[in-house]
């Protein structure tokens, strides 16, 4: 089949339900209005579909002629707690904002699944499509893998894109891939440095956590520096600190909290066992104690790279192949797309298509970010391509 014909034909569609999608948008696991609408179009095409997967994550299955394997194609629904200011005639009014161009993925998906859902005697095996909330926070992708979302039948291979401009300055409509570690983890931490309070004149009577929270952060900087290779990537950054209420006591305690960022597992794992162990030596060396808590977030997003190899043959057949570019280096941001590359092998690639807002582009997460639609269809037709080529 012509892909770039039938992706034309739904391209007014694929828009169309981008607009919808963005005077909808919601926040979180539960999205009533956005996984109905989805859901809706489903049925609308003649596509069998499980609601409420992971609370209100929505599985649709495109059964092909033939059998043969199964591929699922996957697109985040949720929003922010952003309010608007782009201006656009269809922007949102309901205080969240569609600014990381979910609503592109949705439509996007929802555009594939129109035209694979009318060529069902071309497909050899299966095509799943799974539409999951909260990718923003706390994750939809977990539960949604909980819930038996890759099961029944078993998906061999999962493939997923994020538009817009996460890399700042690329060329508009490149697509970004990378054959292996792509994404950061992301976690959190939180310390309490317990010392015993007293007034600021008599320090000796009391255990000052302040000074302790100083050695801390010293401390904890040279984890990066002194103890993980240069090589490879990784952040740990305190975002908050707490402690004193006068400039004349010594406090009873201090809260430091931070996140951190790695594109390795075993660095992620050795950067959490570090953290504690200088929480607990600074707090024992200085007569006090500690609390740690540590939050392993989304895991490093790795994509296979076979199966990346395989995408960006198929990329060519659809885009000139000065518009596919091999990222040199991970990005530092994390991705709960990260759980189904975990489970099965797979790829998460970028498509760059930011707009402008009178003359200005903003980032992701601003209240003026906004996506080129005429770039949507791209997505679209990248996507059938590789799925088609790789059920063969
Ligand atoms: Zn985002
Ligand atoms: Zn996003």
Redesign the pocket.
């Known amino acids: 089949m012509n892909i770039f014909e039938k992706v034309k034909e739904v391209e007014e569609y694929i828009i169309n339900c981008r607009r919808d999608l963005h005077q909808i948008p919601e926040i979180g696991l539960d999205l009533p209005q956005t996984s109905t609408y989805v859901a809706s179009q489903l049925k609308d095409m003649g596509i069998g579909i499980k609601e409420g997967v992971g609370v209100s994550g929505v599985v649709g299955l495109i059964k092909g002629k033939q059998d043969g394997k199964t591929i699922a194609l996957r697109a985040?629904m949720d929003g922010l707690a952003i309010k608007e200011e782009t201006g656009l005639p269809f922007a949102s009014t309901n205080g969240n904002m569609h600014a990381?161009?979910?609503d592109g993925?949705t439509a996007i998906l929802l555009g594939v699944a129109k035209v694979l859902s009318e060529n069902k005697d071309k497909i050899k095996g299966n095509v799943k499509l799974i539409f999951q909330p909260a990718?923003?926070g706390p994750g939809g992708a977990k539960p949604m893998i909980e819930e038996g979302a890759l099961e029944n039948p078993k998906v061999d291979a999962i493939l997923g894109l994020?538009i817009?401009s996460?890399i700042e300055g690329e060329k508009h409509g490149l697509v970004m891939v990378s054959y292996g570690n792509m994404m950061a983890c992301l976690d959190s931490f939180r310390v309490k440095l317990v010392g015993k309070g007293c007034h600021g004149a008599y320090p000796e009577t009391g255990v000052d956590p302040i000074t302790m929270a100083g050695y801390f952060l010293t401390n904890l900087q040279t984890i990066v520096s002194r103890e993980i290779s240069p090589t490879d990537p990784s952040v740990v950054t305190v975002g908050k600190i707490l402690g004193g209420t006068a400039y004349n006591i010594i406090p009873g305690s201090v809260e430091i909290e931070g996140t951190v960022r790695a594109v390795d597992q075993n660095v992620r794992e050795k950067i959490a066992k570090r953290i504690e162990n200088i929480a607990r030596g600074i707090s024992e060396t200085m007569r006090g104690s500690y609390e740690f808590d540590y939050t392993f977030g989304y895991p490093p997003l790795v994509n296979d790279e076979n199966f990346t190899k395989a995408f960006v043959e198929s990329a060519k057949h659809i885009i000139p192949k000065e518009d596919i570019m091999v990222m040199k280096k991970p990005v530092m941001g994390g991705?709960d797309m990260a759980y189904f590359l975990r489970e099965v092998p797979g790829t998460f690639f970028f498509l760059n298509n930011p707009k402008a807002i009178d003359g200005k582009f903003y980032p992701?997460h601003n209240s003026k970010f906004d996506i080129n639609e005429a770039m949507l269809s791209r997505g679209a037709a990248l996507i059938i391509q590789a799925a088609l080529d790789y059920l063969g």
Request: proline content about 0%; glycine content about 16%.
């Open positions: 985040d990381c161009g979910h993925h990718e923003e994020h817009g996460l991705e992701h």
